[in-house]
């Protein structure tokens, strides 16, 4: 069956460091891959997304690019801020089949100042 | 403003009891979900409907039913024997019935303790 796979964490940096959240995923046919966020007590928020091979999603200075080769959609941004401190997670949706999306275990990520 | 509604935000459930979670959506949306978090297992999928009056399992299905009768509705109800029902459940709903490859939308989550 389909699965998502992403690094574990806690992920810890300073602020203004650069952040990369690998996720990697196994699934038949064409999926749309997804990057949602939890902040503390709340429920998830899509934060970016992507339909097809080689697109990239993109919103408040964090990027994804739908690899097919690979497998991958990492996340990365360029300059965390404290703000950006949350749970992060990579979830896909099949192109057939069960229509709902397939979650990786989430990765928490800290920003310290 | 167009969401999703869960209540309560806290709920306490005694050993041997049903318990009911409210989740209500005024986006239109014909698709709706049930998932549940447990620390450091990502969201599994427990219930799913794609139209009103159907409902599919989804990966953990034992110990829960739902209904959906009306389209901006789908309560889960959480048995007595679901044996680990302590959990925070979260409610999504989507257009991909007939938007494939939308994005679902969450509620706020209900966390639930058996005491």
């Known amino acids: 069956g389909d699965s998502v796979t992403q690094m574990e964490g806690p992920v810890t940096l300073s602020e203004e460091a650069f952040l990369t959240i690998n996720c990697t995923y196994t699934?038949?046919?064409?999926?749309?891959l997804f990057w949602y966020v939890q902040y503390p007590g709340e429920g998830l928020q899509l934060l970016l997304k992507?339909?097809?091979?080689?697109d990239k999603g993109s919103n408040k200075g964090f990027e994804a690019t739908y690899r097919k080769e690979t497998t991958s959609f990492h996340l990365e941004k360029g300059s965390v801020q404290v703000s950006d401190s949350a749970v992060y997670f990579c979830?896909?949706?099949?192109?057939?089949?069960?229509?709902?999306?397939?979650f990786g275990s989430g990765t928490r990520l800290q920003v310290q100042p | 403003d167009g969401g999703i509604t869960q209540s309560p935000k806290y709920l306490f459930r005694k050993e041997g009891q049903n318990v009911t979670l409210s989740c209500e959506q005024n986006?239109?949306?014909?698709?709706m979900y049930w998932y549940r978090q447990d620390p450091g297992q990502g969201l599994r999928l427990i219930y799913y409907?794609?139209?009103?009056?159907?409902?599919q399992k989804g990966d953990i299905a034992e110990g829960y039913s739902v209904s959906r009768e009306k389209k901006e509705s789908f309560p889960l109800t959480v048995t007595s024997a679901q044996k680990n029902p302590t959990a925070f459940y979260l409610c999504?709903?989507?257009?991909?019935?007939?938007?494939?490859?939308?994005?679902?939308?969450f509620g706020q989550g209900t966390r639930l303790t058996v005491v």
């Open positions: 999504a709903s989507s257009t991909e019935t007939i938007s494939p490859r939308a994005e679902a939308f």
């Open positions: 699934a038949t046919g064409y999926p749309s």
């Open positions: 992507a339909t097809k091979a080689d």
């Open positions: 979830a896909l949706s099949p192109d057939t089949g069960r229509r709902a999306l397939t």
């Open positions: 986006l239109n949306h014909d698709a």
């Open positions: 409907s794609q139209i009103v009056n159907d409902f």
